[in-house]
């Protein structure tokens, strides 16, 4: 057993109001360059719909992830080693920018510049690489909202595996956003297809990067990506993905498509997975498989032999106590709603989702049913199978049973809790009927309804021990529960008696998951003033406002 | 032999040799991040299937000839049984046939840099002339080959530009070698050589970095994090900014692990 640490997510996909302010704030933050300007790290599709780049889930065109050999191996799907390199010259599967779309600016100019005419002046779409007028045609989210879908929506690879009649009535009954981000998968085909050897997986939290000056533009990672989130840049003529902000990340801060999602459905923490055991559970046999198999590779936190094996790995306490306190383990592995994204590509992602259950609500409040009872929801899910085989389709290479599990434990979670906020007494048969306990439901739904900042993100700080300590003149002693905690540490320099260091600027650093909570706790009574720039946004923490006047004092 | 054919058969290939391993070296340690393939296959496919493999492939058997025919003495070929005759034919024939891939290849990737708008636009100044002297080293070569192997008696330049090179190789330039050569063979050293000196500075440094090691390393890459804070590498110039009683604000000494 070798365990490794994997920074992971979880989106709750209910939770989804298709608003892609995650989109917006990720390409602010790393791709509004030129070069890539139709590069989006972070994208929402509609589905049903073809997605972006268009239509890449079919591997019969685009080759990517892994495939089983009949020897039981695992082999790029794009081919072997030798292939590769034969095929070097020019990549048989690279999508080219069509497949994205061409980007485009207006002619803005023409607004203002224009000499006066009849006709009102227009701006006229460019093209950001050619500088020409273009007819803009397709972009990353053209059939949003199912926009035009009666024209595209049958070429959906997940629909096109469903019959006749799904592809039909389909439109009329279920619609959901899926918001993606690069995988940062156990066993990245990227990675295993990239020749120079330029991307890699961090050991320390699994996050897989490309090394920007190792990157010799072979641009096999871009084909070899199931999921292309692997891009070329067609300025630098490098290879660039989603870093799943590492920079942040290694402060102990959310990413920031989870800092800013409107839904509040995103949710990041660790988990420790076996690396001695993902390539077996990779190539086993059955598709539908595969789902177990790589549960089987997440290791359980609690157990002492893993502890110790993390430890004499190297890996600190408070990685293993975050790993402890993962939202991720939970919904992966306590309630189990949470599915993996196309398990069949066999690259083990670490981006699972949620299944949405809205839709099948929906559709039975639209024929006048009550949405939340219990056996309207149960009936609803087993007998609507189009979208539960579509969601099969997305999250479990096709097996309907764990989507029916899931989105029945999402099912009682409604109806249990809208008896407690009724007023009604709980109904325990409810959790039982799905394998849970009342309590659990609870638990469940306080992650999942409620889901507070900080329980969504329990990530703990990349260890620079000795900057950390420099930076934040923290005491040896002050760590968790030791005599020195609650020191000046993370909230910038401030001692909780509210007095500044003299001479300390202000740090740099800003809240770990341990901090975010000393921020925002107001049964902490402090004076002194709080640096704005580290406020999450929430609430009004201590040292906000001045104190309040002592009437008859002085100001 | 006088000032020019020195100039021409021994200084010029020494500085052209010079510039570029310099050039090499001096661009690996300063522009790594520049340091790519210059991939255009995102903004066109078409031409680029059938140009770009046509060109590569029949330019390696061009290079493998090379080899065969210029560094590796004659007698030598002979020891292992291929005599002259057998040369001859197998150079003029399968060289022939390497060199019509390649210019095929060469003139479909031409005429896409032209035609295609989105490659011509991001086509720079170096990369036009590389192609100049790319161009005229095959065009040589090839009117070399047809003129004097296929329509020809044949020339046999293994008596003269190959211990030529051979002599450069071992710093003991021999200047008279290169004096009767054919006109369409001194011309192809020529732009070769003036090719060579240019290399480096062109997109043509992709081809140092043939990555070959894939064949031998296993699958996934791991690395473990750089141990200084922030996304990129102090950068001479660049220090961190200094707090009074605080020393090496860039250099973390890894401390274990708790
Ligand atoms: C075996 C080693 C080589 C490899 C792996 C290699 C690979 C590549 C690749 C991936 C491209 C980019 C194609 C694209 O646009 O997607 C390229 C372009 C090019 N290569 Fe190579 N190459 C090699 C050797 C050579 C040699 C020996 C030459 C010439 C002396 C050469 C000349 C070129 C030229 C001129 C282009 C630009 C083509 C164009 O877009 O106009 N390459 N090469
Ligand atoms: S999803 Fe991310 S880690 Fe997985 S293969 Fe694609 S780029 Fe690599
Ligand atoms: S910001 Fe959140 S709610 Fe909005 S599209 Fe992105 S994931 Fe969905």
Redo the contacts between chains.
């Keep these: 057993m070798r365990v490794m640490a994997q920074m992971s997510m979880v989106m709750n996909l209910d939770k989804c109001i298709g608003c892609h302010t995650c989109s917006v704030t990720c390409k602010q933050t790393w791709t509004n360059r030129e070069g890539v300007e139709y590069v989006w790290f972070n994208n929402v599709e509609t589905r049903p719909g073809l997605g972006y780049p268009k239509r890449y889930e079919d591997q019969e065109q685009w080759k990517g992830g892994w495939v089983r050999t009949k020897r039981g191996r695992l082999k790029l799907k794009s081919g072997g080693?030798?292939k590769?390199?034969a095929?070097?010259?020019?990549?048989?599967d690279?999508?080219?920018?069509d497949d994205y779309y061409e980007p485009w600016t207006y002619d803005y100019d023409m607004l203002t510049k224009a000499p006066q005419t009849k006709a009102g002046p227009v701006a006229r779409p460019k093209s950001l690489?050619?500088?020409?007028n273009m007819d803009i045609k397709w972009s990353g989210n053209w059939d949003d909202n199912l926009g035009g879908s009666q024209e595209t929506a049958h070429e959906d690879p997940i629909l096109a595996h469903m019959s006749d009649h799904v592809r039909m009535e389909f439109e009329n009954t279920f619609m959901f956003y899926l918001p993606r981000i690069c995988e940062h998968c156990l066993?990245?085909s990227c990675?295993?297809a990239?020749?120079?050897?330029a991307?890699?997986?961090?050991?320390?939290?699994g996050i897989v990067l490309v090394?920007?000056?190792?990157?010799?533009?072979?641009?096999m990672c871009v084909s070899s990506c199931p999921y292309k989130k692997v891009y070329?840049n067609?300025k630098?003529?490098?290879a660039e993905k989603c870093t799943l902000c590492?920079?942040l990340i290694?402060q102990g801060k959310p990413t920031i498509c989870s800092e800013t999602c409107v839904g509040r459905l995103r949710y990041l923490g660790l988990m420790l997975y076996d690396a001695d055991r993902v390539l077996e559970a990779a190539s086993v046999e059955d598709e539908h498989e595969l789902l177990d198999a790589q549960r089987s590779v997440l290791l359980d936190p609690f157990d002492p032999e893993v502890i110790a094996t993390a430890k004499a790995g190297?890996?600190?306490?408070?990685w293993i106590e975050a790993a402890q306190a993962s939202p991720i383990y939970k919904l992966i592995h306590d309630y189990q709603v949470a599915l993996p994204l196309h398990p069949e590509y066999r690259t083990m992602p670490m981006v699972w989702y949620i299944p949405p259950l809205s839709p099948v609500v929906d559709i039975i409040s639209n024929t006048g049913n009550d949405g939340e009872e219990i056996r309207n929801l149960f009936a609803a899910i087993d007998k609507l199978r189009i979208p539960v085989e579509y969601l099969a389709g997305l999250f479990t290479a096709g097996d309907v049973a764990p989507i029916e599990k899931s989105l029945k434990k999402l099912a009682a979670m409604r109806s249990y809790m809208r008896d407690i906020n009724l007023g009604n007494p709980a109904n325990e048969n409810i959790a039982n009927s799905v394998g849970m306990s009342g309590e659990q439901i609870e638990a469940m739904y306080r992650l999942l309804a409620i889901a507070k900042y900080e329980d969504r993100y329990v990530i703990p700080k990349?260890?620079?021990?000795?900057?950390q300590d420099?930076e934040d003149f923290a005491c040896s002693l002050n760590t968790d529960g030791g005599p020195g905690m609650g020191g000046p540490g993370e909230t910038g320099g401030l001692r909780k008696t509210g007095r500044r260091v003299p001479?300390?600027?202000v740090a740099a650093t800003v809240e770990s998951f341990h901090s975010l909570k000393n921020l925002t706790d107001p049964s902490e009574p402090g004076e002194g003033r709080m640096n704005l720039l580290n406020w999450d946004g929430k609430g009004i923490t201590n040292g906000m406002f001045p104190p309040p006047a002592v009437a008859g004092g002085t100001a | 032999m006088n000032n020019l054919d020195v100039l021409i058969w021994v200084a010029f290939p020494y500085a052209a040799a010079a510039s570029f391993f310099i050039g090499h070296i001096i661009r690996y340690r300063y522009d790594q991040y520049g340091w790519t393939s210059r991939s255009s296959q995102t903004y066109e496919n078409k031409w680029l299937r059938w140009g770009s493999p046509l060109f590569h492939y029949g330019m390696l058997a061009v290079i493998a000839g090379h080899i065969i025919g210029l560094l590796i003495p004659r007698e030598w070929l002979d020891f292992i049984g291929i005599d002259d005759h057998i040369y001859h034919l197998g150079a003029t024939w399968l060289g022939t046939a390497a060199a019509a891939i390649t210019v095929i290849g060469m003139i479909l990737l031409l005429i896409r840099r032209g035609a295609v708008k989105r490659v011509f636009k991001v086509t720079t100044t170096m990369d036009v002339v590389m192609y100049v002297f790319l161009f005229a080293t095959i065009a040589f070569g090839t009117l070399a080959v047809v003129q004097f192997q296929v329509l020809g008696a044949g020339y046999d330049y293994r008596g003269s530009v190959s211990p030529w090179i051979r002599s450069l190789i071992l710093m003991q330039p021999n200047v008279a070698l290169m004096a009767g050569v054919p006109l369409a063979f001194q011309l192809h050293v020529i732009t070769a050589t003036a090719l060579f000196a240019i290399w480096p500075f062109t997109r043509l440094i992709h081809v140092l970095s043939v990555p070959i090691w894939y064949l031998f390393r296993p699958y996934v890459v791991y690395r473990s994090r750089d141990k200084h804070l922030g996304a990129r590498k102090p950068r001479p110039g660049w220090e961190r900014s200094v707090r009074p009683g605080q020393n090496e604000w860039a250099e973390y000494p890894h401390k274990e692990k708790v």
Excluded at chain 1, 94 to 97: A, D, H, M
Excluded at chain 1, 211 to 219: K, L, T
């Design positions: 080693r030798l590769k390199l095929t070097i010259f020019s990549n048989p690279l999508p080219t920018i690489i050619t500088g020409e066993n990245p990675v295993s990239c020749p120079s050897g991307m890699y997986k961090r050991e320390e939290d090394d920007q000056d190792a990157c010799r533009g072979w641009r070329f067609h630098t003529n490098k590492y920079p290694e190297g890996m600190a306490d408070d990349a260890h620079v021990e000795s900057a420099l001479g300390t600027p």
